[in-house]
Nanobody, 116 residues
Framework: QVQLVESGGGSVQPGGSLRLSCAASGIRFSIYTMGWYRQAPGQQREMVARITRGYIRNYVDSVKGRFTISRDNAKNTVDLQMNSLKPEDTAVYYC??????????WGQGTQVTVSS
């Protein structure tokens, strides 16, 4: 049974930081591309950051220089360090494990709210 369990969401003021973590089980973690997506109310889900099995990282333009994705294959975890948070970063953040378009898994999501 595949499980992706996110943690670390919460509320923070603009300019603050949060670190999201996703713990995976039931998959051969090291061969998956791991990613973080987000969905704000009324908007489509978008890719925020992803890291391939070869540690190649991609980010959506709006978070470059502020967010950092990392993975630990020994612990089966993928983290997202979010700095200089802005109100527009407010969304539900989802962990994703991608093998192919036909084989991927999602976490349940964790809320991030950036507000003064």
């Amino acid at each position: 049974q595949v499980q992706l369990v996110e943690s670390g969401g919460g509320s923070v003021q603009p300019g603050g930081s949060l670190r999201l973590s996703c713990a995976a089980s039931g998959i051969r973690f090291s061969i998956y591309t791991m990613g973080w997506y987000r969905q704000a109310p009324g908007q489509q889900r978008e890719m925020v950051a992803r890291i391939t099995r070869g540690y190649i990282r991609n980010y959506v333009d709006s978070v470059k220089g502020r967010f950092t994705i990392s993975r630990d294959n020994a612990k089966n975890t993928v983290d997202l360090q979010m700095n200089s948070l802005k109100p527009e970063d407010t969304a539900v953040y989802y962990c994703n494990a991608l093998m192919s378009t036909e084989v991927q898994h999602w976490g349940q999501g964790t809320q991030v709210t950036v507000s003064s």
